[in-house]
Nanobody, 125 residues
Framework: QVQLVESGGGLVQAGGSLRLSCAASGRTFSEAIRGWFRQAPGKEREFVAAISRSDRVYYADSVKGRFTTSRDNAKNTVYLQMNSLKPEDTAVYYC???????????????????WGQGTQVTVSS
């Protein structure tokens, strides 16, 4: 079984920064891509960013230029650096891993097999 554990969430003022971490543990697996999603109250879960095994990165338009995702293969950990945070970034942030993905499917929740429990990010105005 694969476990994904997010950390680094919290309360921050608008314009501030946070760095989320997603650590993978459990049975050895070769993921094709690890993604970040978020879900605000009353809204659907939406794609935020992803990084492939070959370090190709993808971002939602709403976070381009503000968020950066990266990986540390030695620690099997992926990071999401979030700068210039806005109140509309408030949500539960989830990490997910997929064994395969094709084309533009990196932003679909159905692509991902393993999910973390989520970490709350709250941005105050």
């Amino acid at each position: 079984q694969v476990q994904l554990v997010e950390s680094g969430g919290g309360l921050v003022q608008a314009g501030g920064s946070l760095r989320l971490s997603c650590a993978a543990s459990g049975r050895t697996f070769s993921e094709a891509i690890r993604g970040w999603f978020r879900q605000a109250p009353g809204k659907e879960r939406e794609f935020v960013a992803a990084i492939s095994r070959s370090d190709r990165v993808y971002y939602a338009d709403s976070v381009k230029g503000r968020f950066t995702t990266s990986r540390d293969n030695a620690k099997n950990t992926v990071y999401l650096q979030m700068n210039s945070l806005k109140p509309e970034d408030t949500a539960v942030y989830y990490c997910a891993a997929a064994l395969y993905y094709w084309g533009s499917a990196y932003d679909a929740t159905s692509t991902y097999t393993y999910w973390g429990q989520g970490t709350q990010v709250t941005v105050s105005s």
